[in-house]
T-cell receptor, first 115, second 108 residues
């Protein structure tokens, strides 16, 4: 099966600019996650969707970050305006509960550099 | 946000050696997962553990769910060059919390 698709792979922007990332999960996976991974750290959950509804966005900096999954499939994550500390890899993952198989599959990520 | 503590932070070993790493938390988790991340890629699931005391193997990898439910261990036997990467533990209750990572370097 096709994996989780993310684009772009790399993005360099100046601080205070806006940026958007796109994710297409594995077909049939109802749950979609956005993670932020700062260099040298483990991924940190930003937001979790179940179909097109938000399950958990407690760690999303809502003053500048927003995410949507309008039709319950693709998702976009936006940062506006970006700060230097937003430089990180943004990972999208999708999952389906399949018995004991967690089925968390991650995309390759978008590496954002804010200068 | 909360992160799990992994040790060691990095390891430099020779091909053929065995590797052990662990993950500890102040919180109890229902599930422990171990991931490997290669440069420029997302984490890939290696092993999932679902109950305290559980010992599970996947080829040369063996992982254990600690009896206190606050820790987990991963062992890699007879390491090979392609084992190079960053290994993350992750604990799950209602959300997946990742560890700080162990960077493994294998020399031929």
């Amino acid at each position: 099966e096709a994996g989780v698709a993310q684009s772009p792979r790399y993005k360099i922007i100046e601080k205070r600019q806006s940026v958007a990332f796109w994710c297409n999960p594995i077909s049939g996976h109802a749950t979609l996650y956005w993670y932020q991974q700062i260099l040298g750290q483990g991924p940190k959950l930003l937001i979790q969707f179940q179909n097109n509804g938000v399950v958990d966005d407690s760690q999303l900096p809502k003053d500048r970050f927003s995410a949507e999954r309008l039709k319950g499939v693709d998702s976009t994550l936006k940062i506006q305006p970006a700060k230097l500390e937003d430089s990180a890899v943004y990972l999208c993952a999708s999952s389906i509960w399949d018995g004991l198989d967690y089925g968390y599959t991650f995309g390759s990520g978008t590496r954002l550099t804010v200068v | 946000g909360q992160q799990l503590n992994q040790s060691p932070q990095s390891m430099f070993i020779q091909e053929g050696e065995d590797v052990s790493m662990n993950c500890t938390s102040s919180s109890i988790f229902n599930t422990w997962l171990w991931y490997k991340q290669d440069p420029g890629e997302g984490p890939v699931l290696l092993i999932a553990l679902y109950k305290a005391g559980e010992l599970t193997s996947n080829g040369r990898l063996t992982a254990q769910f600690g009896t206190t439910r606050k820790d987990s261990f991963l062992n890699i036997s007879a390491s090979i060059p392609s084992d190079v990467g960053i290994y993350f533990c992750a604990g799950n209750t209602d959300k997946l919390i990742f560890g700080t990572g162990t960077r493994l370097q294998v020399f031929p």
